[in-house]
């Protein structure tokens, strides 16, 4: 497995933008990696956020986050980004970072269960 370290979190309010970005530990690449952003409301399960498959073929958006929030990794496949924007109050959450190894299944790329590597979360407040 690889370690994951979240950062970019933050304190932001309704409308505005912010980027999370999630690194392999000590420059791990993640190039061949399933990675995806998950999210824990207090009180509510975790749920899938966006995600890419190993070759970037399939990617997985929540319906409520769809035109707003973008998946992308840099050239180097070492840092996936996590771009919101328009952020909303129930956007408000602690985000996580995942990655794995498998090649998923296009129903298996947003399930939490599939994923073996976890960052600690970044915390996410979206409140005026």
């Known amino acids: 497995h690889v370690q994951l370290v979240e950062s970019g979190g933050g304190l932001v309010q309704p409308g505005e933008s912010l980027t999370l970005s999630c690194a392999g530990s000590?420059?791990?690449?993640?190039?061949?990696?399933?990675v995806g952003w998950f999210r824990q409301a207090p009180g509510k399960e975790r749920e899938g956020v966006s995600c890419l498959s190993s070759i970037d073929s399939i990617t997985y958006s929540a319906s409520s986050v769809k035109g707003r929030f973008t998946i992308s990794r840099d050239s180097g496949k070492i840092t996936v980004y996590l771009q919101m924007s328009g952020l909303k109050p129930e956007d408000t959450a602690v985000y996580y970072c995942?990655?794995?190894?498998?090649?998923?299944?296009?129903?298996?790329?947003?399930?939490?269960?599939?994923?073996?590597?976890w960052g600690r979360g970044t915390r996410v407040t979206v409140s005026s």
């Open positions: 995942a990655a794995d190894s498998a090649a998923f299944f296009v129903r298996d790329v947003g399930d939490a269960n599939k994923y073996r590597s």
């Open positions: 000590g420059g791990d690449s993640l190039d061949g990696y399933a």
